[in-house]
T-cell receptor, first 113, second 111 residues
Framework: DAGVTQSPTHLIKTRGQHVTLRCSPISGHKSVSWYQQVLGQGPQFIFQYYEKEERGRGNFPDRFSARQFPNYSSELNVNALLLGDSALYLC????????????FGDGTRLSIL | DAKTTQPTSMDCAEGRAANLPCNHSTISGNEYVYWYRQIHSQGPQYIIHGLKNNETNEMASLIITEDRKSSTLILPHATLRDTAVYYCIVRIKAAGNKLTFGGGTRVLVKP
């Protein structure tokens, strides 16, 4: 079975631009979360979506937004990119039941010049 | 979520058991202990979780002290592919998807 897939794997942008990152969860998984991992640190929670509704938000500015589609895939959007947004962006999915752990994709490496 | 404390790094010999400690002295009664690891250039990988009983699966064993203030992840026969950063996370199971990652333990398995 395919795991969580994210695209693109790498991306280079310049300050002020916007970016859209995509995530396809494991088949049958209805809940998706996004994390940001700055080099040398652990991942930081950004958003959780379940059944297309936002169910949780971390301490990130409004420049960060996300949505989930009817097929449970998800997009993370970041506007007005800053140098500090350079990071690995991770997507995780789980079935939706609280008894199941999350499974992560290998992320999108975003570099801001 | 309760705060966890882990050693910054540790080495272990290939083929030997690796014992990774985690302190979570402020854990509350409804918080679970989760372990994830992150191999270089990959996303975090779920290993195991537990509430108060010891747990074992095909990857590892989780030993939780009786007072639940600390736990140990045991990799029974470490291989070079177990080299990774290991994260101990404490959270309420019904708290949605949010995982609060600390700095983790950087484990280097040496031949």
């Amino acid at each position: 079975d395919a795991g969580v897939t994210q695209s693109p794997t790498h991306l280079i942008k310049t300050r002020g631009q916007h970016v859209t990152l995509r995530c396809s969860p494991i088949s049958g998984h209805k809940s998706v979360s996004w994390y940001q991992q700055v080099l040398g640190q652990g991942p930081q929670f950004i958003f959780q979506y379940y059944e297309k509704e936002e169910r949780g938000r971390g301490n990130f500015p409004d420049r960060f937004s996300a949505r989930q589609f009817p097929n449970y895939s998800s997009e993370l959007n970041v506007n007005a990119l800053l140098l500090g947004d350079s990071a690995l962006y991770l997507c995780a999915s789980r079935p939706g039941t609280i008894n199941q752990p999350q499974h992560f994709g290998d992320g999108t490496r975003l570099s801001i010049l | 979520d309760a705060k966890t404390t882990q050693p910054t790094s540790m080495d272990c010999a290939e083929g030997r058991a690796a014992n990774l400690p985690c302190n979570h002295s402020t854990i509350s009664g409804n918080e679970y202990v989760y372990w994830y690891r992150q191999i270089h250039s990959q996303g975090p990988q779920y290993i195991i979780h537990g509430l108060k009983n010891n747990e074992t699966n095909e990857m590892a064993s989780l030993i939780i002290t009786e007072d639940r203030k600390s736990s140990t992840l045991i990799l029974p026969h470490a291989t070079l592919r177990d080299t990774a950063v290991y994260y101990c996370i404490v959270r309420i199971k019904a708290a949605g998807n949010k995982l609060t990652f600390g700095g983790g333990t950087r484990v280097l398995v040496k031949p």
